[in-house]
């Protein structure tokens, strides 16, 4: 009986020590941990950019980031063609290490696409171009990782265009607020998958 308790507690601090599926040793790697650093402050760079990304844009007054209204406008994102981002979550057993690289990197692809088609429409740009910029660098580390992890998916940033229906001002100005509204979705998940990869014994502030 005694032997059986000892086993089980082993066992237990096995399970509880092993590392995270799909990256073993690759977590651990200081030039790893480098980059996902790097990709951690430029998704940080991102969500904080996108609020005045949004108020440069010079919407209507009823397009707001943190409005209960915008549960009204899924229909408009399937009229104007607005794919859904990959769904990005912590790594688990059943979420690996390539799983989440793979989905970051379609999602950043994507929604740079979404900002390019979208950027010629608006009066004022330059906050837009800056921001598509930062998700292209973002999507640089990204790769930089998957090819670390050897993963077969692991493409170079260049997004296939999207076509999107914009057949008036106003469509622009919601393709606009939902693109940054689903993007500003995208990097919270985006840090939390980011998060669980992290090594570092700094104290995490981020919410």
Known sequence: MYTLIVFACYMATVVNSAPLPGSSALVEDPQFQEILQRSRSLTQKILLSIPDTHNSCNLALTLQLNSSENVKLVTMASIIGIPPAPVVKAVSENFTL???LERMNKGLQLHQALLSEVA???EVKDKVTDLIADIRDLAVQIVKMQKMARAEAAVEPSPTPVKL????DYEVQVAAHLTLLQLQSFGQDMVRCLRSLDQSKEEDTES
């Open 98 to 100: 390539e799983n989440g």
């Open 165 to 168: 229906h914009l057949p008036g």
């Open 120 to 122: 010629p429409r608006l």
